[in-house]
């Protein structure tokens, strides 16, 4: 039994409002909202979070003793295990025993949420002259980025000059220093947006988006982990819809346009005082969990080099904390240069999970109207966003380049002068590259010449993805007719899978986590190269992967459901190939 005694500071105003002025009955019915919803409430949000975690991925499990038959306490496949785990050097804190025990000078992870300003000088006449500015917020960006998020399950290994594998997940030495970015824009590298100014650690997510963007990516030394797995998914999937569902509750639901989002928004907090407890509760609970993977030393008596409390427990890890904070500023930079690259608008400032715009309006409807769907903040919605802004065409054509291009035997070239002579050798003159890129004739004589080195941004994208498209095609070819003759290929995805089928059948459209085999045939279809101007649609519906998933996984076959006329793949959190 838990007890909340309230005079005792039981339910924290910051992470309860309003609670100490509720009636019991209210707190009664708020304190059993989120045990149903979440967790039975013990200590503070921050350590409900926490414990959600192990109770959705409990370290044992009950196995069988071959020798004597007998049921015992085994380790729990995907769990933290039983027993506190050291982290390497740089995730640690100054204080940890690691670091104090081995005089360990080599810096440390700075995976933290943005801070930044824009420099005033970079605005333009017709952004001073807007009157208002905005604050548009992503919905618990935290939680989305939980989402599929793959982390080290071992000990930290030490590596000497390895190659990146955006896969592993680890803490990376890097030099970013030398990437140029738009000044519009923060660096994705750092929480204060500033670029960075020599080698650094960086977690997996923040170095995978540097190789993303283009950029050379040569680690100097890492400390990695071999055991992975997407810990938190559950944990992720329980707050998801315990959010969803208390906003609905308070009448902001998922499927209102902007103007009714925003004012089923201003009058929620009016409709039910518990349940807004309760909201508010959860987000503390999700921020919360988060921070206490990295709780600090507490009390004045406490000395550099002893071990505290918390690192008694195996939910320490700092690793899995910057994991988190790496994705969603990750997802946050990406948002900012879609919304960039669609509209010509960029922020004023960042906090967190918050972006700032100038707008003609006091209304975000303002804003919106300047923006376009798809771009990044429009439509406005009450559902945590899915951890990549990519629509599920554009994913899945992703996904099949990534599959293409572990097939290469060298990689493309990386200098813009060793792009361009490439282009010239595959398309035959400067007006056809020209063309390709959309540039002048005269522009493609100074990049081929080096006169010019830092084309814009948009261009420098054009140039990479034209080069891949055209890299080492018969080795493309090969192994597309190895793959066809020789059984298909393997999807594994995590994606809201839509089908026309009863509601509340298993064929239902819901979330669902697959890995499926697919036949030659699904090889083939998808092995067409994509045309320009792939499709925006957020849902992949008659494409060849969603009819082998039909045939395969929901129709066995034909074993069942064969009254299935459509599937359709949306919200892709992430889609992966092999063949």
């Known amino acids: 039994m838990q007890l909340a005694i309230l005079s005792w500071d039981a339910l924290d105003e910051r992470s309860w409002p309003g609670a100490a002025d509720m009636e019991p009955a209210d707190i009664a019915r708020a304190l059993g909202i989120y045990a149903q919803r979440v967790i039975t409430p013990r200590g503070s949000t921050a350590v409900s979070g926490l414990e959600l975690m192990t109770a959705l991925r409990p370290p044992t499990r009950a196995v069988q ?50 801070q930044w300003v824009r420099d005033v000088n970079l605005l333009t006449d017709e952004e001073c002259t807007l009157p208002f500015a905005v604050g548009l917020d992503l919905n618990t960006a935290f939680l989305a980025s939980t989402a599929r998020l793959v982390v080290g399950l071992s000990g930290p290994e030490h590596f000497v000059n390895p190659p990146f594998n955006p896969k592993v997940p680890g803490s ?87 103007r009714q989002f925003l004012a089923a928004l201003e009058r929620h907090k009016d409709v039910d005082p518990a349940l807004v407890a309760v909201l508010a509760a959860i987000k503390a609970t999700i921020k919360g969990g988060v921070g206490k993977l990295r709780e600090r030393p507490q009390g004045r008596h406490y000395k550099e080099g002893e071990r505290w409390p918390a690192l008694q427990r195996p939910t320490w890890r700092p690793d899995i904390r910057a994991a988190v904070i790496s994705k969603a500023r990750v997802n946050m930079h990406r948002k900012l240069m879609n919304m960039a690259k669609l509209t010509g608008l960029y922020p004023l400032a960042l906090l967190s999970d918050c972006g700032v715009y100038p707008s003609p309006g006091d209304s975000p409807l303002a804003f919106l109207r300047r923006a376009r769907p798809g771009s990044g903040w429009s439509p406005l919605t009450a559902s945590p966003p899915p951890p990549k802004g990519a629509d599920a065409v554009g994913e899945i054509e ?102 026309t089928a009863p509601i509340g059948t298993t064929d239902d459209g819901r979330f669902r986590r697959l890995t499926v085999h697919l036949p030659r045939r699904t090889r083939s279809a998808c092995s067409t190269p994509a045309t320009p101007g792939r499709a925006t649609s957020r849902c992949a519906r008659s494409s060849p992967i969603a009819d082998g998933f039909k045939e395969v996984y929901f129709q066995d076959g034909g074993a069942r459901a064969m009254g299935l006329s459509d599937v359709a793949i949306n919200d892709i959190d992430y889609l992966d190939l092999d063949f």
């Open 172 to 258: 990376w030495l890097v030099d970013l220093s030398h990437n140029e970015l738009d000044p519009r824009l923060p660096s994705p590298f750092t929480p204060t947006g500033e670029r960075p100014t020599g080698p650094a650690w960086y977690q997996t997510h923040t170095v995978a988006y540097a190789q993303q963007l283009g950029y050379n990516v040569q680690p100097l030394e890492a400390y990695l982990r071999r055991e992975t797995g997407a810990y938190l998914d559950p944990w992720h999937d329980r707050l998801k819809t315990a959010y969803v569902d208390t906003l609905a509750d308070l009448g902001v639901t998922v499927d209102l346009d902007d």
């Open 398 to 499: 992703d996904a099949i380049e990534r599959a293409d291009r572990e097939a290469f035997t060298r990689e493309p070239p990386k200098t813009l002068k060793g792009q361009i002579g490439f282009l010239l050798k595959q398309l035959k003159t400067t007006r056809a590259v020209a063309a390709e890129l959309g540039v002048s004739q005269r522009s493609v004589e100074r990049y081929r010449k080096g006169e010019h080195k830092h084309p814009p941004k948009d261009i420098q994208q054009k140039i990479d993805a034209a080069v891949r498209a055209r890299w080492q095609p018969q080795v493309r070819k090969r192994r597309r007719k190895q793959a066809a003759s020789t059984g298909g290929i393997t999807v594994e995805t995590r994606a809201r899978f839509g089908c």
């Open 65 to 114: 003793d071959p020798a004597t038959g007998n049921w015992v306490s085994g380790h729990h496949p995907g769990s933290l295990g039983t027993q506190p785990m050291d982290p390497a050097p740089p995730e640690a804190t100054p204080g940890h025993p690691v670091v104090v025990n081995s005089g360990w000078r080599g810096g440390f992870l700075n995976e933290e949420a943005y």
